[in-house]
């Protein structure tokens, strides 16, 4: 049931003013159209991004594909307009719509937002506000959708506590449809009694809104729980009513096999980042490394088997004609069958011309055969992330493994065809010191120098530095981020190592790094921040075009947070962290243990010193 008359006006009026006008045209293959009147229910998934970032994230494909195997619900997509865009829907007084149907998202019963990176949180404002849904979670009524929000962003929900009803932490097959049919049962109950306007309007969200959190213990609802402040930090958060739990803990899948993988995935019109398959062969993480946020989050792990993953993939080539199968996981390596599934997915479909993509490499053994196991037809770049170059340095972020796998494992995709290496690293963590950047230059220059030992002559070798952001639930969630001094000084070393030019040093932005630091570890007060932003302007600040640093700084200054208390500032292990509340596996005991850990360690790498 598509809304014919406002799919012709964006047509003619508005889609020539703007660019790339595909992107908000829908109608792309696979895309599922349903009749609304045959319906119980309908759900807009949300990317808050442009579309062809969100048409790249695999969890949507997962989330509209589940959804849309009921009978009797609908799921539809929206994405974060463009300013142009933007521009235009306001002009035209159009509200924001679902690509399939043309239907203004506030029509729709529940709006499903996939946060993703923090950054990109004023990007929710511009679609609430577009879609005329009150910003605020409190102004709204049982006449607005559920705003819901799930994705790694949700495991500190408090920055975005004023403008989602409810956040979903934990794994999202099993929570959405629950979530969903519990709501509209309550919906239709308000509904057959009359919506409720006002101040009453706004009990009557508040009491289905509490029968949910009071059922399903990963639903939090913010506006239940008050945080309590003392000289500028969270000291408590405090339930403003009994019926709902202390604690959130996480929606786990106990059996990943039994979760259907999208196999008629959307085809976009236009070229997305990843134009290609993705399939999911393993949820989680064997490892424990200090720094990753999401081998905690995503434990346990779970597999697919590779019958499973091959029919997966021969089911979405039919459906797709893509060119390009990419296997998802943290550590595809350290997939059990691995050499088994990458042989049989060559078998099946070198012979049609599709390249086999295996990122999330893990070095470790399986890296010195894998070239000649991956190798295809499109040779390019093998992408690896050692993280750091020192062997102490690894040990005291707990990423296991040697440089002797990544050297063995470089030569042989030189051998193999390969002409280019991509090394991630991390810049800032506790404890670095400079040898540690020197060794990141060395083993770049080493990588350089082994291409010139198989190939004749130096390869290119990319090391990509992140800045590093001691993130919620991690075993550095209690370390102090660097300052901007140390990573400008940090950046300038290593740029001054360099001395093969086949070497190109790529150091992230370090004001994008520092409000993630703000954004990622902020408590409830920092919404204001974010809406200030947004008021002042702040769009598509992922993208490196669109950020304004200074809008961001001036924005935080305002709303009067303290960043070097928020930021830069260890906590104590007693102390309370405004994402106390939201539980993970093995929980704060495991993370406080590891974090006592890491001081020794740290200790004896000074003693060494």
Not at 216 to 237: I, Q
Not at 413 to 418: C, D, I, K, Q, T
Not at 480 to 499: D, I, N, P, T, V
Request: charged share 25%; net charge neutral; aromatic share 8%.
């Amino acid at each position: 049931m598509i809304n014919s008359q406002r799919k012709q006006f964006v047509e003619s009026r508005i889609l020539h003013k703007v660019s790339m006008p595909s992107q908000y045209l829908g109608g792309e293959r696979n895309a599922i159209v349903k009749d609304h009147r045959t319906l119980k229910g309908k759900i807009c998934l949300a990317f808050p991004d442009a579309y062809t970032i969100g048409m790249s994230h695999h969890g949507l494909q997962v989330l509209y594909s589940l959804m849309n195997r009921r009978d009797d619900w609908v799921a539809e997509r929206a994405f974060c307009p463009w300013q142009d865009m933007e521009a235009q829907l306001r002009e035209h007084n159009v509200p924001l719509y679902s690509l399939e149907t043309f239907t203004a998202v506030s029509d729709f019963d529940v709006f499903g937002i996939s946060l993703q990176y923090e950054v990109s949180s004023p990007n929710v404002l511009t679609m609430l506000d577009l879609a005329g849904i009150p910003l605020h979670a409190a102004e709204r009524t049982m006449a607005d959708p559920l705003v819901l929000a799930g994705g790694p962003c949700c495991q500190n929900p408090e920055p975005m506590a004023d403008f989602i009803d409810m956040f979903v932490t934990g794994d999202g097959e099993p929570a959405l449809p629950l979530i969903c049919d519990m709501w509209l049962q309550l919906r239709e109950q308000a509904r057959a009694e009359g919506f409720a306007e006002g101040d009453a309007g706004v009990r009557q969200r508040a009491d289905a809104l509490q029968k949910i959190a009071a059922e399903l213990p990963f639903a939090y609802v913010p506006r239940f729980y008050e945080p309590e402040y003392k000289e500028g930090r969270v000291v408590a958060l405090n339930r403003t009513r009994n019926d709902v739990p202390e604690t959130i803990e996480p929606s786990v899948i106990r059996d990943l096999e039994g979760i259907p993988l999208p196999t008629r995935p959307i085809v976009p019109y236009v070229e997305c980042v990843h134009d290609r398959i993705a399939i999911e062969i393993m949820r989680g993480c064997p490892w424990q490394c200090r720094f990753c946020q999401s081998t905690v989050i995503k434990r346990p792990l779970r597999i697919r088997s590779v019958d499973t993953i091959i029919n997966a993939a021969m089911e979405s080539y039919r459906n797709t004609g893509f060119n390009e199968i990419s296997i998802l996981s943290l550590s595809s390596s350290d997939y059990p069958h691995f050499e088994e599934l990458v042989k049989r997915l060559h078998e099946v479909f070198r012979p049609l011309g599709v390249n086999i993509s295996v990122p999330s490499l893990r070095v470790n053994e399986t890296l010195r055969t894998l070239p000649a196991l991956i190798g295809s037809e499109r040779r390019g770049s093998l992408t690896l992330a050692p993280e750091v170059a020192r062997d102490d340095m690894r040990e005291q972020i707990r990423k296991k493994i040697k440089n002797e796998d990544l050297f063995a494992g470089c030569r042989n995709a030189f051998e193999n065809g390969f002409d280019s290496v991509k090394l991630y690293f991390m810049c800032g963590l506790p404890g670095e010191r400079p040898v540690d950047l020197d060794g990141i230059v060395d083993m770049a220059e080493h990588i350089a120098g082994i291409g010139k030992e198989v190939k004749g002559r130096y390869v290119r070798v990319t090391a990509s530095v992140s800045n590093f952001v001691p993130k919620s639930h991690t075993p550095y969630q209690w370390n102090g981020m660097q300052r901007r001094e140390y990573f400008q000084w940090a950046h300038k070393y290593l740029w001054s190592r360099r001395k093969i030019r086949s070497i190109n040093i790529k150091c992230h932005d370090i004001d994008t790094s520092l409000l993630e630091g703000v954004l990622s570890r902020g408590d409830r007060r920092t919404g204001k921040a974010i809406e200030l932003a947004w008021q002042r302007g702040a769009r598509m600040d992922g993208w490196t075009e669109h950020m304004d640093a200074q809008r961001w700084w001036d924005a935080i200054a305002d709303a009067g947070i303290d960043i070097d208390q928020q930021v830069h500032t260890q906590y104590g292990l007693t102390d309370k962290l405004p994402w106390d509340h939201v539980n993970v596996k093995y929980g704060r005991t495991f993370l406080e243990k590891e974090q006592s850990r890491s001081l020794t360690q740290l200790e004896a790498m000074a003693d060494a010193k």
